[in-house]
């Protein structure tokens, strides 16, 4: 059974850092791109980071580019968010995700595996 387990998440301070990590077991997903989403309560699921299967690319939405960056372990079959000078507006559940395809997309309608998520929190 496949399973991904996030982990990291937490309370910080405005200007902190966290690094979420997000281990998958059951099969590998070294061929496949892996993304972060996160959501905050009333809001819609929303795009982070990708990056490819090989972690040669990575793609950022706007608002975490420069602050936040993503990185993958193929033989691990795990994929980290580094998040550095966090704002009260990244405060969200954020959830790591494998994407159908090798190369990245921001579609979450193309990501067929989600984890539990893990809760990221920032006081300003």
């Known amino acids: 059974q496949v399973q991904l387990v996030e982990s990291g998440g937490g309370l910080v301070q405005a200007g902190g850092s966290l690094r979420l990590t997000c281990a998958a077991s059951g099969r590998t997903f070294s061929n496949r791109a892996m993304g972060w989403f996160r959501q905050a309560p009333g809001k819609e699921r929303e795009f982070v980071a990708g990056i490819d299967w090989s972690g040669g690319t990575t793609y950022y939405a706007d608002s975490v580019k420069g602050r936040f960056a993503i990185s993958r372990d193929n033989a691990k079959n795990t994929v980290y968010l580094q998040m550095n000078s966090l704002k009260s507006e990244d405060t969200a559940v954020y959830y790591c995700?494998?994407?159908?395809?090798?190369?990245?997309?921001?579609?979450?309608?193309?990501?067929?595996?989600w984890g539990q998520g893990t809760q990221v929190t920032v006081s300003s």
């Open positions: 995700a494998v994407s159908m395809w090798a190369g990245i997309t921001s579609n979450k309608a193309q990501y067929g595996q």
